[in-house]
């Protein structure tokens, strides 16, 4: 009777951990960039590379690609371009990057986060083939997805082959959800248009730009993906044996990446995203809200696979996370975000919502910044409806046109 008992809690134990969201299975995940190392280094051989990347571009064993392929006999690194965050990723969001020479490498840095945006035929002069490898977090509004834009768009003009080392979305490739960015609102937050929530990984999205023709160049860039092993669509990134590297430094965890597609909707509005804590994009609030009444009208919407809680904070400068954040040094109350089924948090609907309820509660006091939440949104009549109390339900059913035609192009460029 003992034995049997242990067997049963055994059974129901190995179900509790089956069901659970933060399962990892026993096929380990193999990036684009560890598949280059162990079975496509021949590509290299007797080139000039130029790497496009930053603190993310990491094989499974820590190491930085960059100083892998750099300590292997016969490879010559000639330049590295840098993202929005840096080559080593800790510059604060929106903060230009200087280019330099890396110190560890002493290779060039050029970077693309400041005058120039798009590689120049001078900081591609010495190169013969492009790697791209960075991980981002399967929002529009990240910037890195931009870069890939003018990478492939630089490579094409200058007939230089472009390698991207493919990385999964961190938040599962299969949620799409958003509105599709609209022309008049084409920018380096919204570089295509595409939805807020895409569900496709660098190397599906680096196809698409060059199928759908919106490279806007008369040459194809000479494009090759090097696909992940063993990467299922509807993983998260905690579903296999890799450690979560910050993509940026307000981006400190999963729980993060997950609230971000709506929750940096916030950042074209009066009200604080975190940004001055430690707990960005989780952490929500102005001086003028009521946590409680704000809770309360959150709770009314039904938004599932979520908690809040009330909170104060005050926004500081933290070095490498935010400097000068909205209200700094000024105490603010708001709400705590707190994911408790991610399969049913809908992040995009949930940043619409939020906004909604604010603006509802306190329409003398908040304040859209009008731009920037165009920017981000991609569609400016969101904002207009809000503001014209509008409720969520009629602006999701706005874009489900646009949703439909973006997977059904979409389909051709999977990988997985």
């Not at 190392?37 to 190491?63: A, C, D, F, P, W």
């Not at 690609?65 to 840096?86: C, M, Q, W």
């Not at 049913?344 to 509660?361: C, E, M, N, T």
């Amino acid at each position: 009777m003992k034995n049997y008992l242990i067997v049963i809690l055994i059974i129901l134990f190995s179900r509790g951990t089956i069901n659970s969201q933060n399962i990892h299975y026993n096929k380990r995940v193999t990036m684009g960039a560890d598949r280059l190392i162990t079975e496509y280094l021949y590509l290299l051989k007797g080139k000039r590379i130029g790497i496009v990347t930053n603190r993310t571009g990491l094989l499974s064993n820590g190491k930085y690609l960059v100083d892998s392929l750099y300590n292997i006999k016969g490879l010559r690194i000639t330049a590295l371009f840098g993202p929005e965050h840096g080559i080593r990723g800790n510059a604060p969001a929106g903060k230009s990057i200087s280019s330099g020479v890396d110190p560890k490498t002493k290779i060039p840095i050029y970077s693309l986060y400041g005058k120039n945006k798009k590689p120049t035929p001078e900081m591609l002069k010495n190169v013969d083939l492009l790697l791209y490898d960075i991980q981002d977090v399967g929002a529009r509004f990240y910037t890195y997805i931009s870069t890939l834009y003018y990478v492939l768009q630089a490579a094409a003009e200058n007939h230089i082959p472009v390698i991207v080392l493919d990385r999964p979305d961190p938040i599962n490739g299969i949620t799409i959800d958003g509105p599709i960015r609209q022309k008049d609102l084409r920018s380096f937050v919204g570089i295509v248009p595409i939805p807020i929530r895409y569900g496709m990984t660098p190397g599906e999205l680096a196809q698409m730009y060059v199928g759908e023709g919106w490279l806007r160049e008369k040459t194809k860039p000479n494009l090759t993906v090097i696909k992940m092993k063993n990467w299922k669509r509807n993983y998260y990134y905690d579903n296999f044996k890799l450690q979560w590297v910050a993509p940026s430094p307000n981006i400190p965890d999963l729980e993060t990446a997950i609230v971000y597609p709506g929750a940096c909707l916030i950042e074209g509005t009066n009200i604080s995203e975190g940004r001055g804590t430690h707990h960005p994009f989780l952490t929500i609030g102005a001086p003028f809200i009521n946590s409680n009444k704000l809770i309360q009208e959150l709770m009314k919407l039904k938004i599932k696979g979520v908690e809040f809680e009330p909170i104060n904070f005050i926004p500081v400068n933290i070095p490498t996370m935010s400097s000068n954040p909205k209200y700094k040094d000024i105490k603010c109350n708001g709400i705590f975000i707190k994911i408790t089924d991610r399969k049913k948090f809908r992040s995009v609907r949930f940043g619409i919502k939020l906004v909604y309820a604010i603006h509802k509660l306190y329409p003398n006091k908040f304040k859209f910044r009008n731009k920037d939440f165009d920017l981000l949104s991609g569609d400016k009549k969101i904002r207009e409806d809000i503001l014209n109390n509008k409720h969520p339900d009629f602006i999701f059913n706005n874009w489900k046109n646009g949703l439909k035609s973006f997977i059904h192009k979409r389909k051709k460029y999977l990988l997985y």
